[in-house]
């Protein structure tokens, strides 16, 4: 190898280090967390976060809510609904048993937030009294109409397709997928389904330590 094939082969190596340093960096959000840790946990981030739709909500206390209300801490939306058979209890006790095993400082940072894809059945009165079940400190949103919920769910790309209520004892097909919500109100990205408990206890407070 000649002395300008050395230097030649010198210089990509350098660059390509520098190079796979800066990607590292940008995928690790300013270098916090792992990125490929996080993906393998379900977390997904988004490049560019979205905007959440101003749609007025009804929380389990019966009090209307903005969804900028959600700002100020980090929040996992789950749309499911109370009498939901198997993914939402199953769901919402992964969640609480995830939300039991984290260190203070990350709940502190963080909310879980159900919002109701059945408002025909969904009372706030009922999504108080099925949420003590699991944690009286998870929220439950329900709006007045299928079409507000369905916006919502469209714009953080959890959507579900709304019921026959005509029949007795329907059911509402919907996704088990968590939308992340940051601090600031905008969608950040999403938590794949099924659940993994382990991985998320682990990762959620890399993932709740970004601005």
Not at 105 to 133: C, F, H
Request: charged share 20%; hydrophobic share 40%.
């Amino acid at each position: 190898m000649t002395r300008t094939q050395k230097t030649v082969f010198i210089l990509a190596a350098v660059i390509a280090v520098i190079l796979g340093l800066t990607i590292n960096k940008v995928l690790s959000g300013r270098g916090q967390g792992d990125p490929t840790a996080l993906i393998d946990a379900g977390i997904i981030l988004l490049p560019q976060s979205r905007n959440l739709p101003d749609v007025k909500m009804t929380d389990q206390d019966g009090q209307p809510v903005a969804m900028d209300g959600l700002k100020g801490k980090w929040s996992l939306l789950f749309f499911g609904y109370t009498f939901c058979p198997d993914i939402c209890p199953t769901t919402l006790a992964q969640l609480r048993q995830i939300k039991s095993e984290l260190p203070p400082e990350a709940v502190d940072k963080l909310q879980i937030v159900l919002v109701s894809v059945d408002p025909n059945r969904d009372t706030p009165k009922q999504l108080k009294q099925y949420l003590g079940y699991f944690d009286p400190q998870f929220k439950g949103l329900t709006a007045s109409s299928v079409e507000d919920l369905q916006k919502l769910a469209n714009a953080v790309s959890i959507p579900f397709i709304p019921a026959d209520t005509s029949k007795p004892n329907y059911t509402v097909d919907h996704s088990g997928n968590l939308a992340v919500i940051g601090p600031d109100g905008t969608q950040r990205g999403f938590i794949r389904a099924p659940l993994n408990n382990q991985k998320l206890v682990a990762q959620l407070p890399e993932m709740l330590k970004r601005k």
